[in-house]
């Protein structure tokens, strides 16, 4: 079977900069030719998944709006070359977040593609290793022996006990072909509108985190997972490079991660 092509990227729903990110997050994505694109923070009122979807010439889409009222903001949502065999989502319970999953078929062979975004806390979090544990629950019952991709921003870094839950079912696909994961995936250089700064300080103050709170801090947040029936040709960065007549302007205030994985037989 030839390779498949995956990527994630959280697009970030503040829509200040959209007109100048999205050509960037078009020419990115299309210059990769993903068959599956897992993305967070969509902006349903904008549709930016629908946009890009368009764009690239990719006809299956899966939104999954977050729960709750934000649901009627925001979402996540899987892009795809392929038609899907069966889609589902799971409410996560906290911070009206959610994941989601589809099976495709690639030429004869199904596979399990899902993705997430997972409870914002800076540091340790015992919601997030709790919906960490029913994120593994769920796809462990709908996954039996199939390949299986679990991509998404998971707002913890590696040393995590969240993450360190995943990698006790899953490998990093970037881990293990590079020997560690990203230096960073966020934040990237991208200018934040006041607002969405606001937002962010607001977070810490009701999380109790200000001892977390640090206007240098970048970490991995964003991962691509695969169970044992995949092997990783390629795992690297992307969408990490500025518009070149705008130096701040990225894509995202988040880079992405691309993976080129094969099916290996059970």
Known sequence: MRQLKVVTINILSD????????????????????????LQEVNIPANTHLWLAGKLGLEH?????????????????????????????LDLCTQNRVAQYVKVNLEGKSLLFANGHLYW?????????????LLLEWLDA???????????????TPDTQSIQRIQERF?????????????????????????????????????IRLSELSLNWRGTL?????NERLHVHDCRVVLDRPASDQNRIYPSDHFGLYAELQIVEP
């Open 15 to 38: 829509l200040a900069l959209w007109q100048d990110r999205r050509a960037l997050l078009f020419k990115g994505l299309a210059d990769l030719q993903a068959d599956l694109i897992a």
């Open 61 to 89: 889409v899966y939104l999954t709006p977050k729960s709750g009222e934000d649901g009627k903001k925001e979402g996540i949502a899987i892009l795809s070359r392929h038609p899907f065999e069966e889609k589902a989502y």
């Open 121 to 133: 806390q800076p540091g340790e979090s015992n919601e997030r290793l709790h919906q960490v544990k």
């Open 222 to 226: 964003d991962y691509i997972f695969i």
């Open 171 to 207: 490998v990093s696909a970037y881990a293990q072909f590079n020997g560690k994961e990203p230096d960073y995936t966020a934040p990237t250089p991208l200018p934040r509108s006041k607002l969405s700064l606001l937002r962010t300080l607001l977070r810490y103050i009701h999380k």
């Open 142 to 156: 709908e996954s039996g022996n199939l390949p299986t991709i679990v991509c998404g921003d998971f707002n913890s």
